[in-house]
T-cell receptor, first 111, second 116 residues
Framework: DADVTQTPRNRITKTGKRIMLECSQTKGHDRMYWYRQDPGLGLRLIYYSFDVKDINKGEISDGYSVSRQAQAKFSLSLESAIPNQTALYFCATSDRTDTQYFGPGTRLTVL | AQSVTQLDSQVPVFEEAPVELRCNYSSSVSVYLFWYVQYPNQGLQLLLK??????LVKGINGFEAEFNKSQTSFHLRKPSVHISDTAEYFC??????????????FGAGTTVTVRA
């Protein structure tokens, strides 16, 4: 079984809809992250969490929110999706050397 | 501010030829350095990392990278590529690892296409 799983893997939605992307991990790491990937821009950090009670904004948090339900679960929400949030979204965990372990990604399309 | 520059966005290369992917960063403090690979329709996976010690780092699949502090570079090399090395490669730099001041930046990526 994969160490970091994401659901759904693909999602098409309409402008204004609320969307939740879920991430689970079995690596036992305290640290979890949400990134978005856009062509030519690499990965940009949306939110990160160093433990269940610690949530921090990343580089591009506007329009997003997160919830850390447990050590193993970290979900990302788009309260009112807009077309420029169309992207590939990755969840990751890390150990204390910052080595990132990525999930398979969620391809989100906002029409 | 920290930034990561991958100097080549596309690198075409013939099978069994060598390849070098260039990465430069700007930081005035001690950093951790990483290269990740993303195969088509997959997530990213770690190729190699530099945390401290020897500046020549060996990774998976025959890749290696050299940390050059004076030139603030961390270039990735492989002496002989295979078709299966076709992928996108990302350089990443971690500058601060504190909860309230976390900084891990990724470059824009280099697409390597290996041709027979």
């Amino acid at each position: 079984d994969a160490d970091v799983t994401q659901t759904p893997r693909n999602r098409i939605t309409k402008t204004g809809k609320r969307i939740m992307l879920e991430c689970s991990q079995t690596k036992g790491h305290d640290r979890m992250y949400w990134y978005r990937q856009d062509p030519g821009l690499g990965l940009r950090l949306i939110y990160y969490s160093f433990d269940v009670k610690d949530i921090n904004k990343g580089e591009i948090s506007d329009g997003y929110s997160v919830s850390r339900q447990a050590q193993a679960k970290f979900s990302l929400s788009l309260e009112s999706a807009i077309p420029n949030q169309t992207a590939l979204y990755f969840c990751a965990t890390s150990d204390r050397t910052d080595t990132q372990y990525f999930g398979p990604g969620t391809r989100l399309t906002v029409l | 501010a920290q930034s990561v520059t991958q100097l080549d966005s596309q690198v075409p290369v013939f099978e069994e030829a060598p390849v070098e992917l260039r990465c430069n960063y700007s930081s005035s403090v001690s950093v951790y350095l990483f290269w990740y690979v993303q195969y088509p329709n997959q997530g990213l996976q770690l190729l190699l990392k530099y945390l401290s010690g020897s500046t020549l780092v060996k990774g998976i699949n025959g890749f290696e990278a050299e940390f050059n502090k004076s030139q603030t570079s961390f270039h990735l090399r492989k002496p002989s590529v295979h078709i299966s090395d076709t992928a996108e490669y990302f350089c990443a730099v971690s500058e601060s690892r504190r909860s309230n001041d976390y900084k891990l930046s990724f470059g824009a990526g280099t697409t390597v296409t290996v041709r027979a």
